[in-house]
Nanobody, 123 residues
Framework: QVQLGESGGGSVQAGGSLRLSCVAS?????MGWFRQAPGKEREFVAS????????TYGDSVTGRFAISRDYAKNTVYLHMNNLAPEDTAVYYC???????????????????WGQGTQVTASA
């Protein structure tokens, strides 16, 4: 059982930045970030493969968010810039047993999930 722990959420003004961290108890094949706003479905944000660092981004965050990994610390980061009110959501870290290319945007590609961290961007 892989344990995931997110941190770094908070409240910022629109245009501000935050960095989320997710520490994994062990490395799997890939990691992802999803988010869910009240009354909305869970949305893919970004993913990264542990070995080659291949990244994928959701359309709504491309150019503003960046995902990275620290191999030595078993930690994945989500760097969020130019935050907007529509980015407000609970952000979840997830771990996948296999790297599935384009399928990494689907939440069913992931086996393990963190507890979530709230991000709020106010106008």
């Amino acid at each position: 059982q892989v344990q995931l722990g997110e941190s770094g959420g908070g409240s910022v003004q629109a245009g501000g930045s935050l960095r989320l961290s997710c520490v994994a108890s062990e490395r799997t094949a890939a990691m992802g970030w999803f988010r869910q706003a009240p009354g909305k479905e869970r949305e893919f944000v970004a993913s990264i493969s542990w070995s080659l660092g291949i990244t994928t981004y959701g359309d709504s965050v491309t150019g503003r968010f960046a995902i990275s990994r620290d191999y030595a610390k078993n930690t994945v980061y989500l760097h969020m810039n130019n935050l907007a009110p529509e980015d407000t959501a609970v952000y979840y870290c997830a771990a996948a047993k296999s790297y599935l290319g384009g399928r990494m945007q689907r939440d069913d590609a992931y086996t393990y999930w963190g507890q979530g961290t709230q991000v709020t961007a106010s106008a």
